[in-house]
């Protein structure tokens, strides 16, 4: 038995015989991007950042970079 991210399992279940991946999940990683508070332009930073990955992942830049990487089993975050 083994639990971990699922890309990494599902590379393994392949790889090797008598091994099956378990239907669903039992955790969601949540990915964030920190700024600090003492900066003078917080709030214009946090709207600049998330303007930026929002224009990156409606673009299909997220997902065409998924693709080039071989990312497998997962998704852009709506």
């Known amino acids: ?13 392949k790889r090797y015989e008598g091994l ?13 991007i920190g700024v ?8 214009d930073t946090t709207a600049y950042l998330g303007n930026v990955i929002a224009e ?3 673009s299909g830049f997220v ?4 693709k080039r990487h071989n990312i497998q089993g997962a998704k852009v975050a709506e």
Not at 36 to 43: G, H, T, V
Request: positive net charge; charged residues 25%; glycine residues 4%.
């Open 63 to 66: 997902a065409d970079a998924m």
């Open 36 to 43: 600090p508070k003492a900066r003078s332009n917080y709030e």
């Open 1 to 13: 038995m083994a639990a971990g991210v699922k890309q990494q399992l599902e590379s393994d279940a």
């Open 20 to 32: 099956r991946m378990l239907p669903g999940r039992f955790m969601v990683i949540n990915q964030a």
């Open 56 to 58: 990156l992942k409606q």
